[in-house]
């Protein structure tokens, strides 16, 4: 388990995380998101110890990872910037990782590299950048590791390669309980494969749910009642509502609240139109960013 307590970075006077609070449990894939700059690649760096927080703790098993070697060696990181591999082929950083990781897998090193069709001879630098990615996860995988931090690890890769590196993923957290923090935006494929999402903004933890609860609880409504007449008075007060626009006589929600409740309220009222979609993680992000909290009334083509 990683946990994070009141987290606070500075950078030349400028506090990029202000007190973050961060679980991440064992076996899990946990997804960071967040607009650029609110502070992800920050956590990451603060957790795999290339930076020390300016105040809170980092545990990692229960021990501040600064203390704690043994965790050191259990964990791979991956930035999202991988300049530093580029004096080597993969066999020469595969000498290297040897030496530096207890628990080396050569044989799934050559496993993957060879799934991923890469030249074991050719200088990392030569590659693209989405075979750069590709290498450094199979090195790093290769290091049999407990913690897996990834910083944008799809970005740049194809359907076929991402698909074939959330597999591993998925299996090292299946067969063996590797623990995966992933920062990406790519939204709609970390909401196939994350138990847990954690939204930051301007370097505060802003919600950390269980995947499920997020998408399941916050719901697009499209209601009707014939005329925006015959809407009756309060007709939305027993609702959770966090905005309602309308364009003639259809009314558009969104709503927090589980569906057996939206449904009651449904066979209450009896709107002429009834419409309930639970929302995506990429919807819920934009919401929780951007869409603000206060209900709003815009009535359109009245």
């Not at 997804?31 to 760096?45: D, E, R």
Request: glycine fraction near 10%.
């Amino acid at each position: 388990m990683i946990e994070i307590k009141g987290l606070v970075k500075d950078f030349d006077g400028f506090r990029a995380l202000k007190g973050i609070d961060m679980t991440v449990g064992s076996g899990s894939i946990y997804g960071l998101v967040g607009t650029n700059g609110a502070g992800k690649t920050t956590i990451l760096k603060l957790i795999a110890g290339v930076l020390n927080p300016d105040g809170g703790t980092v545990r990692i098993g229960g021990h501040p990872i600064s203390d704690e070697v043994a965790a050191k060696d259990s964990m791979a990181f991956i930035p999202d910037d991988l300049s530093f591999f580029s004096a080597y082929n993969i066999k020469e950083a595969a000498n290297l990782y040897a030496g530096l990781y207890s628990r080396w897998n050569g044989s799934l090193l050559e496993k993957i590299v060879t799934e991923f069709g890469l030249p074991y001879k050719v200088k990392i630098s030569k590659f693209s950048k989405g075979m750069r990615k590709q290498a450094v996860f199979a090195l790093s995988l290769a290091t049999m590791p407990d913690y897996l931090l990834l910083d944008e690890p799809i970005d740049g890769l194809d359907p076929i390669m991402r698909k074939k590196i959330w597999e591993y993923i998925v299996g090292a957290s299946a067969d063996r309980g590797m623990t995966t923090l992933v920062s990406s935006h790519n939204l709609r494929e970390m909401e196939g494969f994350c138990d847990t999402i954690g939204v930051i903004d301007h370097g505060e933890m802003k919600l950390e749910r269980e995947l499920d609860d997020l998408t399941s609880d916050t719901h697009k409504l499209q209601v009707s009642f014939g005329e925006p007449s015959k809407r009756p008075d309060g007709a939305y007060d027993a609702l959770d509502v966090r905005q309602l626009s309308s364009t003639g006589s259809v009314d558009h929600l969104i709503v927090k609240g589980g569906r057996e409740a939206l449904v009651r309220w449904r066979d209450e009222n009896r709107p002429l139109i009834f419409d309930m979609v639970p929302m995506s993680l990429e919807e819920v992000f934009v919401y929780e960013l951007g869409g603000g909290s206060d209900v709003t009334y815009t009535i359109i083509g009245r």
